[in-house]
């Protein structure tokens, strides 16, 4: 019964989207061929692009590095990392940089350290892509107390880009891309106990909450860009929808995924919203919308909402240690 309930869950996701009704949004469905240019070059741009040693991350990566970028991964797992590393270069006529670096998203310090490490070397960034994510079936803590998804799902994420916005400020067009799911559209936030610590652990709850607050992250930035009239950092919000990846394999039993698999995108077409957000120029003048299939659909209600957005933004920065006004120092408002 609870795998039959998981299932609808993701179908009755499925059927907000206000753009393509239907189970075809997620089942097999993808971005047009024409949308993803192979064209568009990022000779001289740098990319920085987190959980990228695997599944949809790892095709980003190797798109944007053919194109010419010079790539970053931040990766828990070095030797992993390195391993990837020479897939990428191996599989690409690119001669571009690849650098690795550190990154533990349970861990603020890590997170912290990182990013600090990257600005050092790199004083403009152009393209950030927040790809990592994870599933855990049980209730389990960051190193800094919060509860797993919650820290590695979003308050890391926000943490880092909060922290290399820096760079990303010197880009004369920079492009932040937040990943989403169609489970934030049944998602809530708990305020009052975002750590879900007073409540029997779901993980269903708590990963669906973790992708609103990162919806609710990249609308809230754009209007505090908008209020202190920054316009060259841009936003984006890409959804890949259900992939056949590990992160989907968690949610379900083997007998189960041997099933649905079939139906489902692969990563190279989980990815194609994700490089599309990355690198169209038909973007460039977009910001702060919510993409599927490489094409705008509205987010939850929720997801809406501007006031939860700025509920959220000022209970984030307190939790993550910045102070409120940390964009207007880097932006010297």
Not at 117 to 127: A, H, M
Not at 189 to 214: C, G, H, P, R, T
């Amino acid at each position: 019964m609870k795998l039959i309930s998981a299932i609808f869950v993701i179908i009755l996701a499925s059927d907000f989207n206000l753009i393509k009704p239907g189970i075809g949004i997620f089942l097999n469905d993808y971005c047009d061929n024409w949308k993803i240019d192979g064209r568009i070059k990022l000779e001289g741009k740098i990319a920085v692009v987190t959980g990228a040693t695997a599944g949809i991350g790892l095709e980003t990566a190797k798109d944007l590095y053919e194109r010419g970028a010079t790539l970053i991964i931040p990766a828990r797992n070095i030797p992993k990392a390195q391993l990837v590393s020479e897939e990428i270069k191996k599989s690409s006529n690119s001669s571009s940089r690849l650098i690795i670096y550190q990154l533990d998203l349970n861990d603020f310090s890590s997170v912290r350290a990182c990013a600090e490490k990257i600005t050092s070397e790199f004083s403009q960034i152009d393209i950030l892509i927040n790809n990592a994510g994870i599933v855990v079936r049980k209730f389990k803590k960051s190193k800094d107390g919060f509860e797993t998804h919650l820290q590695t799902n979003y308050l890391s994420p926000f943490l880092f880009t909060m922290l290399l916005l820096p760079s990303l400020s010197r880009s004369d067009h920079a492009r932040v891309i937040n990943l989403s799911s169609l489970l934030h559209y049944v998602g809530k936030i708990n305020f009052e106990d975002l750590n879900m610590e007073n409540e029997d652990f779901n993980v269903w709850a708590a990963y669906s909450q973790s992708k609103l607050a990162m919806t609710l992250f990249g609308n809230e930035l754009v209007r505090k860009f908008e209020d202190i009239s920054v316009s060259n950092v841009h936003v984006y919000t890409a959804d890949p929808t259900i992939v056949r990846t590990k992160l989907f394999d968690d949610f379900f039993p083997a007998e189960i995924t041997s099933l649905i698999n079939p139906l489902l995108k692969n990563t190279r077409q989980g990815a194609g919203t994700t490089i599309y957000c990355a690198t169209s120029p038909q973007l460039a003048n977009q910001t702060g919308l919510y993409y599927i299939n490489c094409d705008t659909t509205a987010p939850s209600l929720y997801a809406s909402n501007p006031s939860l957005a700025m509920k959220l933004w000022a209970q984030t920065i307190e939790l993550v240690g910045l102070p409120n006004n940390y964009l207007s120092t880097i932006f010297s408002i």
